[in-house]
DNA sequence: CGTATGACGTGCA
DNA sequence: GTGCACGCCATAC
């Protein structure tokens, strides 16, 4: 059984898992199709506790174009988003339409 | 159960 | 464009 805290924290991670590579996503973003678009404070806050590799959490960042944290280390998050084919410069990133 | 924290966002000076 | 303060939600202690 799960509460719509429980579903919430599942639903982040299907979509932040569901996001295609060199794709990205904002934490508003991720909230807003988790069911609650006023909750990104609390997608970081489950990314952060999480430890899943399978969940592509680097792929989230921030909506002023920042790549936001990484509880690897912001560097490995923007290495990863680069491999990718994202656009990074000085944590910010340039993601082009 | 109540308090504190955090990978955030927006508003205003 | 930069800096500071407030708000908002889930999780941890």
């Not at 059984?1 to 996503?25: A, E, H, P, T």
């Not at 806050?45 to 002023?64: A, T």
């Amino acid at each position: 059984m799960q509460n719509d805290k429980s579903k919430f924290k599942n639903k982040v991670y299907k979509v932040v898992r569901n996001i295609s590579c060199g794709k990205v996503l904002t934490y508003k973003e991720v909230a807003k199709l988790a069911g609650k678009p006023r909750a990104y404070r609390a997608v970081g806050n489950i990314l952060n506790k999480n430890k899943n590799k399978q969940i592509p959490c680097h792929r989230v960042i921030r909506s002023n174009g920042q790549v936001g944290g990484y509880n690897q280390g912001v560097q490995r998050k923007i290495a990863l988003l680069k491999k990718e084919g994202v656009i990074v410069r000085n944590k910010i990133i340039l993601k082009r339409e």
